[in-house]
């Protein structure tokens, strides 16, 4: 089975936004959507991908076949932030430290830009040669799951109205606005296999994307947001994602590199 190639443990963000790059430029469209869609696309931290990669590894799944779930993933993704940027939603005026896409272009091109990015995570897949056509069936039905009006968007819906919303309401909130998007991560790489494969690594992958989504959204309403206690609801979530990813019982260099790299960041804001 091909292997990542070695350069993208050295540096995953590079060779993956290499991909990526290479994938979204070489759409035709109309130039100045073609910007947006590569201005909004490009430049992420892509802990999906690398996830998505990470999972597609510990189940010996050619990372080529991966190529594909992991664009679909960063494009919904893309798509999702273009669009809480705008006016009507979040109105913010910067994301990744640069304008965000409605700024940088205007509201109309970045709906557009935002509607370009969904369309292109479904060709991302469907368009693949390196699937087969049951696995591209399986791959489209679950990101429409995971990103549509019982996943992501209804959790963007009910993102509208935070006001006295409980705590076990906030948790479903995140649950289907970010930890449905990292669930993808494991439950695409899992519609390439067989399906008479052991359920207990299934359920471990997603038991543990399920509790990183929710613990990565926490660290970022802190970040956004510093507070003593949600600094301790984060680490008490870093360390129920440690547990979960004991619970895979393989590990793996880029899952450590992630969970690495964000508890430097937890440790930071304790000093």
Same mark, same amino acid.
């Given at each position: 089975?091909?292997?990542?190639?070695?350069?993208? #443990?050295?540096?995953?963000?590079?060779?993956?936004?290499?991909? #990526?790059?290479?994938?979204?430029?070489?759409?035709?469209?109309?130039?100045?959507?073609?910007?947006? $869609?590569? #201005?909004?696309?490009?430049?992420?931290?892509?802990?999906?991908?690398?996830?998505?990669?990470? $999972?597609? %590894?510990?189940?010996?799944?050619?990372?080529?076949?991966?190529?594909?779930?992991?664009?679909?993933?960063?494009?919904?993704?893309?798509?999702?932030?273009?669009?809480?940027?705008?006016?009507?939603?979040?109105?913010?005026?910067?994301?990744?430290?640069?304008?965000?896409?409605?700024?940088?272009?205007?509201?109309?091109?970045? !709906?557009?830009?935002?509607?370009?990015?969904?369309?292109?995570?479904?060709?991302?897949?469907?368009?693949?040669?390196?699937?087969?056509?049951?696995?591209?069936?399986?791959?489209?039905?679950?990101? !429409?799951?995971?990103?549509? !009006?019982?996943?992501?968007?209804?959790?963007?819906?009910?993102?509208?109205?935070?006001?006295?919303?409980?705590? %076990?309401?906030?948790?479903?909130?995140?649950?289907?606005?970010?930890?449905?998007?990292?669930?993808?991560?494991?439950?695409?790489?899992?519609?390439?296999?067989?399906?008479?494969?052991?359920?207990?690594?299934?359920?471990?992958?997603?038991?543990?994307?399920?509790?990183?989504?929710?613990?990565?959204?926490?660290?970022?309403?802190?970040?956004?947001?510093?507070?003593?206690?949600?600094?301790?609801?984060?680490?008490?979530? #870093?360390?129920?994602?440690?547990?979960?990813?004991?619970?895979?019982?393989?590990?793996?260099?880029?899952?450590?590199?992630?969970?690495?790299?964000?508890?430097?960041?937890?440790?930071?804001?304790?000093?």
């Amino acid at each position: 089975m091909p292997q990542i190639p070695t350069k993208a #443990y050295s540096n995953f963000n590079d060779w993956f936004s290499n991909l #990526y790059n290479s994938f979204l430029s070489g759409q035709k469209t109309h130039p100045i959507l073609s910007q947006a $869609i590569l #201005y909004s696309g490009i430049g992420g931290k892509y802990v999906r991908a690398k996830l998505c990669f990470a $999972i597609g %590894e510990i189940l010996e799944i050619n990372h080529v076949s991966i190529i594909p779930l992991a664009i679909a993933l960063e494009s919904i993704h893309a798509y999702s932030l273009i669009h809480d940027d705008l006016p009507a939603i979040d109105n913010d005026d910067y994301r990744r430290g640069k304008f965000s896409c409605h700024k940088q272009f205007n509201e109309a091109t970045a !709906v557009l830009a935002g509607d370009a990015l969904q369309s292109l995570a479904y060709q991302s897949i469907c368009m693949s040669d390196t699937l087969s056509h049951a696995q591209i069936t399986a791959c489209l039905q679950e990101l !429409v799951t995971i990103s549509g !009006v019982q996943g992501m968007i209804y959790g963007q819906m009910l993102d509208l109205f935070p006001q006295d919303r409980s705590k %076990e309401e906030q948790t479903y909130c995140h649950e289907l606005k970010t930890a449905m998007l990292f669930n993808g991560c494991a439950t695409l790489p899992l519609c390439l296999l067989d399906l008479r494969s052991p359920s207990l690594i299934k359920n471990s992958l997603v038991s543990f994307t399920k509790t990183f989504g929710l613990f990565y959204q926490t660290l970022d309403d802190f970040e956004d947001n510093a507070s003593s206690d949600l600094i301790q609801e984060v680490e008490i979530q #870093y360390g129920q994602v440690s547990e979960a990813y004991y619970q895979i019982g393989k590990n793996n260099s880029l899952i450590d590199s992630i969970l690495a790299e964000l508890h430097n960041k937890i440790t930071c804001h304790r000093r």
